[in-house]
């Protein structure tokens, strides 16, 4: 009698040990083949990130090439090509802080187009310099769930090389942010609008006045 239990409890202690490695293999499988998936899901997003940068230095050098002989029709492209891949919402959002929420409907639609006349102005200002700069990608990596960083330079034909880093919205891959030699753009701006903002109270339209008068000088 004993000897049939010592062996019913072998058997039991063997079939126990059999359920635990079947549950560890599928586990370990499970976790492998997540891991797997994960990485070719990162390795894509990191290749569209890329190619987002890459049309979006395409359509740049178009651009420049296309003002040469600036004017309207050419300027209501860069519009269309600022809207196309930066984060609008995002950039007024983050450069003007806790004033955003109090803005009207027309001061926000006001503040967006500030930001886009401003990028225009500034890639106006460089055209010759844009004119003779050649693009390459360096590394790119996945950033938590919502971003991804693409880094790359800059290089004119006297080979001065400029430092370049691209952040998108894992997302749709729309330009949140870019930094030039570590000088964030959203930085920036938002510490120059916020320095207005804060001295008329958050008032925009004061913002605006401000604006209009330094451009005038």
Same mark, same amino acid.
Do not use: C, P
């Given at each position: =009698?004993? +000897?049939?239990?010592?062996?019913?409890?072998?058997? #039991?202690?063997?079939?126990?040990?059999?359920?635990?490695?079947?549950?560890? *293999?599928?586990?370990?499988?499970?976790?492998?083949?997540?891991?797997?998936?994960?990485?070719?899901?990162?390795?894509?997003?990191?290749?569209?990130?890329?190619?987002?940068?890459? #049309?979006l230095m395409l359509?740049?050098?178009?651009?420049?090439?296309?003002?040469?002989?600036?004017?309207?029709?050419?300027?209501? !492209?860069?519009?269309?090509? +600022?809207? !196309? $891949?930066?984060?609008?919402?995002? =950039?007024?959002?983050?450069? &003007?802080? !806790? $004033?955003?929420?109090?803005?009207?409907?027309? @001061?926000?639609?006001? $503040? !967006?187009?500030?930001?886009?006349?401003?990028?225009?102005?500034?890639?106006?200002?460089?055209?010759?310099?844009?004119?003779?700069?050649?693009?390459? @990608?360096?590394?790119?990596?996945?950033?938590?769930?919502?971003? +991804?960083y693409v880094?790359?330079?800059?290089?004119?034909?006297?080979?001065?090389?400029?430092? =370049?880093?691209?952040? *998108?919205?894992?997302?749709? $891959?729309?330009?949140?942010?870019?930094?030039?030699?570590?000088?964030?753009?959203?930085?920036?701006?938002?510490?120059?609008?916020? #320095?207005?903002?804060?001295? @008329?109270?958050?008032?925009?339209?004061?913002?605006?006045?401000?604006?209009?008068? &330094?451009?005038?000088?």
């Amino acid at each position: =009698m004993k +000897i049939n239990l010592l062996k019913k409890r072998k058997k #039991s202690l063997r079939n126990y040990w059999i359920r635990i490695k079947k549950f560890i *293999l599928i586990t370990l499988s499970f976790l492998i083949l997540n891991f797997a998936f994960d990485n070719t899901s990162n390795a894509n997003e990191l290749e569209k990130a890329k190619q987002q940068i890459d #049309s979006l230095m395409l359509d740049l050098f178009d651009y420049v090439k296309a003002n040469k002989n600036s004017n309207k029709g050419n300027k209501d !492209k860069s519009i269309i090509l +600022i809207k !196309k $891949y930066l984060n609008l919402d995002f =950039m007024a959002r983050a450069t &003007s802080g !806790k $004033y955003w929420k109090k803005a009207s409907e027309e @001061h926000k639609k006001q $503040y !967006k187009d500030f930001l886009i006349s401003k990028i225009i102005d500034s890639v106006d200002l460089h055209l010759k310099a844009l004119e003779n700069i050649s693009f390459e @990608h360096t590394t790119s990596q996945k950033r938590g769930k919502k971003l +991804i960083y693409v880094n790359g330079q800059i290089k004119n034909k006297r080979n001065r090389v400029v430092k =370049m880093k691209w952040k *998108l919205f894992a997302k749709d $891959y729309s330009l949140l942010d870019l930094e030039v030699e570590k000088i964030s753009l959203i930085q920036s701006q938002k510490s120059e609008t916020l #320095s207005l903002l804060k001295k @008329h109270k958050g008032d925009f339209s004061k913002l605006f006045e401000e604006i209009s008068k &330094s451009k005038r000088k």
